[in-house]
């Protein structure tokens, strides 16, 4: 059964800085890996989608990467603002399950 | 892009009551849509995968005949929380995936359940 990990489950940072969101999951089968945003009391908002055959994908500011061998994902984002606070959410797409998502990582960036 | 809407957005309701919530595709067919569940502060737990013109399939521990679920067009899935209870209060989020070979999905915007 694909088990999804997310640390560090919340972060704090000045605006400006770089940081690394980190994932991780048990079965290395996987279709996609996604990586979503969530503001308080909202919905998903897609972030980006890596495909099992793909090592990353770049979207403006945020850069993810997959390591299909060894479990992994992070979630790069340069030059944090206040508005990009909120829960980032990773989720791994394997077997008959559409979608396993980790518990996600708060972030708060700092003005 | 895709939209995939929720309604209502939020609802509250009295211990007992039944609540529809709605999930629609606006500018594409679904022949497959996802319920999940998110209580505070925890991740989002994949409820039921609502098939069009076919039962919908249930994750363990989800009891069927509480939660109701109608996918009777390409573009609508209901979930029916029947006799609700105080511990049924949660964010429900429904989903839509866009291409069957990748799994990328679209999310509603979620509906705030709470029930008294």
């Known amino acids: 059964k694909q088990e999804v990990t997310q640390i560090p489950a919340a972060l704090s940072v000045p605006e400006g800085e770089n940081l690394v969101l980190n994932c991780s999951f048990t079965d290395s089968a996987i279709y996609n890996l996604q990586w979503f945003r969530q503001d308080p009391g909202k919905g998903l908002t897609s972030l980006l989608l890596i495909q099992s055959s793909q090592r990353e994908q770049t979207s403006g500011r945020l850069n993810a990467s997959l390591d299909k061998s060894s479990g992994r994902s992070t979630l790069y984002i340069a030059a944090s603002q206040p508005g990009d606070s909120a829960t980032y959410l990773c989720a791994a797409v394997s077997g008959n399950t559409p979608l396993v998502f980790g518990k996600g990582t708060r972030l708060s960036v700092i003005a | 892009g895709a939209v995939v809407s929720q309604h209502p957005s939020w609802v509250i309701c009295k211990s007992g009551t039944s609540v529809k919530i709605e999930c629609r595709s606006l500018d594409f067919q679904a022949t497959t849509m996802f319920w999940y569940r998110q209580f505070p502060k925890q991740s989002l737990m994949l409820m039921a995968t609502?098939?069009?013109?076919?039962?919908?399939?249930?994750e363990q521990g989800v009891e069927k005949d509480k939660f109701l679920i109608n996918h009777a067009s390409l573009t609508l899935s209901t979930l029916t929380v029947t006799s609700a209870h105080p511990e049924d209060s949660s964010f429900y989020i429904c989903?839509?995936?866009?291409?069957?070979?990748?799994?990328?999905?679209?999310f509603g915007p979620g509906t705030r359940l709470t029930v008294t």
């Open positions: 609502s098939n069009e013109g076919s039962k919908a399939t249930y």
């Open positions: 989903s839509a995936p866009i291409d069957r070979s990748s799994y990328e999905q679209y």
